[in-house]
């Protein structure tokens, strides 16, 4: 049950990083790896995208199913997988001959090309929570783009519906690739952004906006946080989903996780026999959140149905679970504000399932 130590100067960064493994990469597609196939359907937005003002398909869409995947994105194929990855379309434009570009300048050389990728996921909700690896929080977005959606130079990303978008342009400027961005939103079905209905948990008071995530599968969990590592919490076998998001300020932000267990049919995850836990629930969930704050933490202690710890510069990791939901506030420098983040995102009010 001991995990290896982890360095300390890594474990006081612990609790804000980001997930930093490679969601979206970007190098070049191996053919010998690839699975493509040629366009068919010029209604299906995977297989031809048309009409975008000052812009023309360069060439015929590459289409990469599961196992292509690996080809295409380098070191990120598994956490693509593991949010339900149905199809993957790779399209690529160049200026209008002799016309403009989308953002009215003159034709530029192929070399200036925008590069689309449009990742079909399993559902809505699934096609948020790959997008929202990527998010920060206080991301710069396009009003005119209705979907939720981020731009930075040279890339821009936005997910409608069951569909994730990612534009690659690294020598066209943000206005170029904001106009190009909302005029591909427009072709993408959807009815905006899904977002499960799990994330309605986290308490707004205090979050930095955007910074929600969904986490799904053992990769982006370990992303997330080293506290998630373990195996006992189910997320590599499906059991348990979580929702996290940032809170406070610079240099003092912390990060507040919810685990919902029972992901999988509860006839596959009940309890074992005579268990206190309800249904999902690792029977011995707290002591097992013990021990990780044991080996990771100073000053560990259980003040009633909550176990608390401090880093090296004193800030506070607090851990809680009531029902299904188990809620994890990481790196507060306040331990008053960790208690009441707990409570807001445990009370009963504000469920997401039944408990």
């Given amino acids: 049950m ?5 360095p300390l100067v890594v474990l006081v960064a612990a609790a804000c990083r980001a997930g930093d493994a490679p969601i979206l990469a970007h190098g070049a597609p191996s053919p010998a790896r690839m699975e493509e196939r040629p366009g068919r359907d010029t209604r299906d937005v995977m297989r031809s995208v048309d009409g975008i003002p000052g812009w023309v398909r360069a060439e015929e869409p590459r289409i ?40 009215g300048e003159a034709a530029a050389p ?17 096609a948020f929570g790959l997008y929202s690896t990527r998010l920060e929080g206080g991301e710069e977005s396009r009003p005119e783009v209705g979907s939720d959606n981020w731009i930075m130079p040279g890339q821009a990303n936005f997910v409608k519906g069951e569909y994730l978008v990612n534009i690659l342009a690294s020598d066209r400027t943000d206005r170029e690739v904001g106009a190009f961005m909302a005029a591909i939103e427009k ?21 930095v906006p955007g910074s929600g995530r969904y986490i799904k599968g053992a990769l982006a969990a370990q992303n997330e946080s080293p506290f998630l590592e373990a195996g006992f919490w189910g997320f590599g076998e499906g059991r348990a989903e979580a929702y996290a998001a940032r809170y406070g300020a610079a240099p003092a932000l912390s990060k507040l996780i919810i685990v919902e267990f029972g992901a999988m049919p509860i006839h596959r995850i009940d309890a074992a026999p005579g268990s206190a836990a309800p249904p999902g629930v690792p029977p011995d969930l707290a002591e097992s959140v013990s021990i990780v704050f044991r080996d990771y ?41 960790a208690l009441s983040r707990l409570d807001e995102a445990l009370r009963p009010s504000r469920s997401a399932s039944p408990l």
């Fill in 2 to 6: 001991k995990l290896p130590a982890i």
């Fill in 297 to 337: 933490l100073r000053d560990v202690r259980r003040d009633g149905d909550t176990i608390e710890g401090r880093n090296q510069i004193g800030r506070w990791f607090l851990f809680r679970s009531e029902g299904r939901f188990a809620a994890l506030v990481l790196g507060e420098p306040n331990r008053a504000a």
């Fill in 187 to 207: 072709k993408v079905p959807g009815e905006g952004t899904v977002r499960p209905a799990g994330m309605s948990r986290l308490p707004v008071e205090g979050m």
């Fill in 64 to 103: 990469f199913m599961r196992e292509g995947l690996y080809g295409h994105i380098n070191g990120g194929a598994e956490l693509v997988l593991q949010y339900g990855f149905r199809e993957l379309a790779v399209h690529a434009f160049e200026p209008e001959r002799g016309g403009a570009g989308a953002a």
């Fill in 110 to 126: 192929a070399a200036r090309e925008i590069v689309l990728e449009i990742y079909r996921m399993e559902s809505g909700e699934a």
